[in-house]
């Protein structure tokens, strides 16, 4: 059932991405109780290599939720009603990251861009002019929805320590596949997702506190499942305050271990090099990447389906005939784009494999492609 | 790394239960995508299976979340703020139910029983005569704390939907191990955990939704994650909203697919029968069952540690040198109980084990236990 075996699709989706043997194994380890000895060795090791993950100084956190679920919980903990938020939306999910501190009674307060494009220091800082009173600024580092990354991060960072407020950033698809130093960018809760460039399986969220960030929480009024108070307190004698699901955790603990091993800055690397050659591939190839240079993300790599060709279709092709999942798009631009998965144990022959699969299918439904000139191309890079 | 190999310790905590390699080795499937064919098909088959558990013609659900995620799911979707909501607090559980209406603001309206007792539906009769204008009943089935079963739960669901009060049940550490038809009974919105009497690892919530209580969902403000309309639109299609915990998920199926072999009936039955052997074994030791006769669980055995005995030392020999783990006490009767989990895949041989770890364990730190006595009256009911 390995990822080795003839039927096995390659997944080339952004998020859940393809899981290494070793990390699959770690679930198989037997079943033990949470408020036991083995959970707390468990944990323990866990935590500090997220420590190692994030940058950070400050406390970390693995909660039984998705992304979505972990991303509400830092709302929910930096954001009381009445509270202004100031957000970005260039996609679907910094609009879900809007919903939810709507749905938290926070009143957002929006910088509104076109799908494609990402929001800039400057733009940040002429909205906090215009508005007083802003609590926390939410920013979505990488919108998997449009393939963009938010480069100017560091620096809104700044703006945020400088004028006292709180930065909390969704990094869900992003952490561990490009650069995120939390505690240097002054980045105050930080979210990640285990299935995106951890190369796990999905279930878990990663959450980073800075010190500055407590004061604000414990003013909050919390939900349960989401209290941060009571996740720092049971971290005390590293445990979890309800159940975690424990073999998320084995795999979760081996799929750090592989990060270490290889080391950050080989990791964004590797995803940096396979992107690259991606965006060369789809170029060569004569399609369009969706969003415009400097604000490419290393993750997840968006480009724009060709004007008459069923997208839907070369995607059943791929699958069915090549045996590679990618995604179309999501929210506006669904039908407009192709979407590839960047992430994790990403490596040269999937870059090659899928950069295949997707000139094949464009060629079966008659979209003229110069046969090899992606796979060409990609290979320039990578090799 | 399977349940027999020779330093594997018997998990016989309340929740996480041992997982037969069936259900672990399920996990180790390939990753796929979530937004995919093989996705809803997977999907598709759990949900049948979870009707025929839940014995339902209604909506159900599974979240990726513990248990306790899943009961505030439950709470946000049914309870608005400044809705009333009847609650019975007998243990830990009911408490923290009580806890997580408060902080969704509803206004919980207490009937407040010692530890070891169970409410009936007489008390929560005369509770309604009192309080107007009650919106939800929120009874806790099975309290995993104290080890007690609400017996009168069918005739409070009479008295509920007489009176157009929706019943919310949290069924997290029974449903599986005993009767539950939640149709038959009247139960509007019912939440398990996959980690109890399912025999499946930790991490997923299972939630059933009746007809009745969709009128009120749908004029609930319900935070993103935990948001149950959504569930259903992305239901219509066999998917989740968010990025599903796709190991877990195939662990349910595997376990979904056992409960169904073997049948409900006789899974309850032999629930009740390893309970009855426990509490049988339990009287032999001349210990003292915590709950009285009548609310007894079958799924969470509860007893009194005997006085002058050292409860941590008598659960660190039962598995450091008899390789078998029980839980003590959990909130105000933390350090006076124990308590075994008989629950999922428990066998008679589990039983036998655990009693006779129990029973040396407690000789060797000098408690006068008949030697055998245990595990000669487990095996009087068992065989």
Redesign the interface.
Known sequence: ???D?PD??L?M?P?????PSRV??A??????????PEFRTLYRGILENLRYLFQTEGEVFVL??????GV?CAV?NLVNPGDKVLIPVFGLFSE?MR??IA??GGVPVEVKLDYGEAPTADQIERMLELEKDVKVIAIVYNETSTGVTVRDLPEIGRIAKERGILLLVDAVSILGGDKLPVDEWNVDVCVA?S?KCLAC????SLISVSERAWRRIERT?????YDLVAMKSFRERWET????????FY?LDEALKIIREEGLEKRFERHRVCSEAFYRAVEALGLEVFPRRGVRSNTVIAFKKPAGVDGAEVRRLM?ERYKV?I?GGAGKVRDLIFRIGCMGAVSSPDVIRTVSALENALADVGYPVEAGAGVEAAKSVLF
Chains 1, 2 share one sequence.
């Open positions: 059932m390995g990822r075996s096995r699709c997944i989706v998020g859940p991405t393809n899981v699959l194994r679930m198989m380890k037997p079943m033990i109780s949470h408020r036991g039984t939720a998705s992304g979505t679920g509400e929910s879900r919903e939810k749905r938290r997702g299935q399986p999905p279930g878990l009024e919390r939900p349960f499942y305050p309800f159940t975690p699901a424990i073999p998320l795999a699958r999942v995604a």
